[in-house]
């Protein structure tokens, strides 16, 4: 009987990348700053079991405040009232209702800051950057504006130093000023926590039985499910929207 047949072996070349006439391409070296960025987006979202709750905000009594008082705010502060007062504020009174958002995982403990140094993003020519907002709960609202300014400018002039861009405990991020109307943050490791402000957006809702336009953002809050429930990461949110609907309330927020 004759030996059954060699199989045949198919050899598989892979294609070769090529430029074809006319079709420049451009090859740059990632900057230090963007590879550094890089790597700890991927690690955030290796290590974290990380999901995203979203809610909306009704803006119309920000707004109304901030026209009302934004002459005499700047006169009297040097700045301008802008909306990042008025979310890190409310930001505040929900880290302080549920302190697991204002905490980290160190192996198998939790350790919840009773302090609350807020990241604020910022984005520059090399890439976005989160300096940090020392001791948020003690500035007033002109105190939080100027602590912004000043850290985005530093940012933005290559002049942060490591100790601005270390320690926080929570992180701010506002796409909306790109005109982003939704979005999906990245944790900011080893926080748990990060809120992300939208576009603002004149939309049609109900309110008491009746068809309104109001200035509506969407919010979304990503968190670390490891140590955060998902009621409790909802109830963070709602905490904020209900701070912002009733502006007021944040003066009385310890």
């Given at each position: ?136 709960d003690r500035k007033s609202f002109a105190g939080i504006e100027k602590g912004i300014v000043e850290l985005a400018t530093k940012a933005r002039e290559g002049k942060l130093a490591i100790a601005d861009l270390q320690g926080g405990t929570f992180t701010i991020t506002n796409g909306g000023v790109f005109g982003s109307l939704l ?72």
């Open positions: 009987m004759a030996p059954p047949p060699a199989p045949v072996r198919q050899v598989v070349s892979a294609p070769v990348a090529t430029t074809a006439p006319g079709r420049p391409e451009e090859r740059v070296r990632l900057s230090r700053r963007r590879q550094t960025i890089a790597t700890r987006l991927v690690e955030a979202q290796h290590t974290a079991a990380m999901l995203t709750t979203f809610n909306e905000v009704d803006l119309t009594n920000v707004m109304e405040i901030r026209k009302r008082r934004k002459d005499s705010f700047k006169e009297k502060n040097g700045v301008n009232l802008g909306f990042m007062s008025f979310f890190t504020k409310a930001s505040l009174g929900a880290l302080k209702a549920f302190p697991h958002l204002n905490a980290e995982i160190q192996g198998d403990e939790m350790i919840v800051k009773k302090y609350y140094d807020i990241g604020v993003a910022v984005s520059t020519e090399e890439g976005l950057v989160v300096p940090v907002l020392r001791d948020a979005s999906t943050p990245i944790l900011n490791a080893p926080q748990v926590g990060i809120l992300g402000m939208h576009k603002i957006q004149e939309r049609p809702i109900a309110v008491n039985g009746e068809v309104v336009i109001r200035p509506m953002m969407y919010l979304a809050l990503s968190y670390d499910h490891r140590i955060v429930d998902g009621s409790e990461a909802v109830r963070f949110l709602v905490k904020v929207k209900e701070l912002l609907e009733d502006p007021e309330s944040l003066l009385l927020e310890g």
